[in-house]
């Protein structure tokens, strides 16, 4: 087996030398460098593995069909940049690597912007500028509710760690959900996304964990905000387009809601002058929720043993068989 490499430009390290040290040596590959000849290196070429999904255009899909490609398998949870419609009609096999390589990180850093909110964050820095002590005056997650859009991987891992810090936790998914992991997540409540009006109403913070799709664009939209207290803190670790950012900014100026704490946007990078990260009650981070060495790691195995399950004839794990 041959592995090609398309990486990102500066963000390289450590996902491509996790993926080295997982492979071992077993298979040669090789790093794609863009200043070569395209077709030259997709030549003998058994496995891509995109990273990010950055590069799963139809011009590179079509190198990898020349080469006879046998899998497209993207290094993270999103495939929303993988033209995926035309990798199914063309039958290559596409498959990521989603979540639990990235549900704790994911999970800690959902809890960390949780936190921020609850502890003042950003008013606790002015007062140290200003040498006011002792204030503001914080909040407690004990005793609140936190309310959950999507129970997968991430949703889990957030909801186990929410119930041990004694909130109450709410959920809403499509998949049914087995009674032991509802059980195992402590959860107060799992509905369906019909149910989502009870979840929006009760959650003190609301985090979402469900992919980008055209089923969950602005899944989150003006009816929706409106639903949420106007003390709650909106949470996306998930993907920008989930939320109607539209709406959003009419809830912020509106004072509909505590506050909303962003790792991702609809389009990225966000311009620094948006009018999102212009409110002193939006807490953003540079979409690195799932961007630990844990999630590297953990990445890097699940692409090696896809790579191992096609030199042996399997399918792969995970593998994306519909647009949606």
């Known amino acids: 087996m041959k592995v090609l490499f398309l990486g990102i430009p500066n963000q390289l390290h450590p996902w491509y030398d996790d993926v080295l040290k997982a492979i071992g040596g077993r298979w040669p590959i090789e790093l794609y460098d863009p200043a070569k000849s395209k077709s030259e290196q997709f030549k003998g070429i058994d496995v ?67 936190l921020l909110f609850a502890k003042n964050f950003t008013e606790s820095q002015n007062n140290i500028q200003a040498q006011i002590l002792c204030y503001p005056l914080n909040e407690e997650l004990e005793g609140k509710t936190l309310g959950l859009l999507g129970l997968g991987a991430s949703g889990r891992a957030l909801a186990k760690r929410a119930s041990i810090m004694g ?65 709650a803190v909106l949470i996306n670790i998930a993907r920008g387009g989930v939320v109607d950012e539209t709406a959003l900014l009419e809830t912020l100026r509106e004072g509909g ?57 399997l399918s792969p794990l995970f593998q994306i068989t519909s647009v949606d």
């Open 48 to 114: 891509v593995v995109d990273q990010g999904g950055q590069h799963g255009k139809r011009e590179m899909i079509d190198l990898g069909l020349t080469a006879g490609v046998k899998l497209w398998q993207v290094l993270g949870v999103g495939v929303d940049h993988v033209d995926v419609r035309y990798l199914l009609e063309k039958k290559l096999p596409l498959a990521n690597t989603p979540g639990p390589s990235s549900a704790v990180a994911l999970a800690e850093h959902a809890l960390f912007l949780m």
């Open 167 to 231: 909130m109450r936790v709410l959920a809403t998914d499509v998949a049914e959900i087995p009674r032991g992991v509802v059980e195992e997540c402590q959860l107060d409540f799992l509905g369906t996304l019909d149910q989502l009006g009870r979840v929006l109403r009760e959650a003190d913070y609301f985090s979402i964990h469900v992919p980008l799709t055209s089923k969950t664009r602005h899944m989150v939209g003006r009816e929706e905000l409106k639903q949420m207290k106007p003390t």
């Open 257 to 313: 809601l505590k506050g909303a704490g962003l790792d991702v946007f609809s389009k990225e990078p966000i311009d620094p002058q948006h009018p999102l990260l212009q409110f002193k009650n939006v807490i953003a981070t540079p979409h690195i929720a799932g961007v630990t060495y844990g999630t590297s790691r953990r990445r890097g195995e699940a692409v090696t043993e896809n790579i191992d399950r096609i030199s042996r004839g």
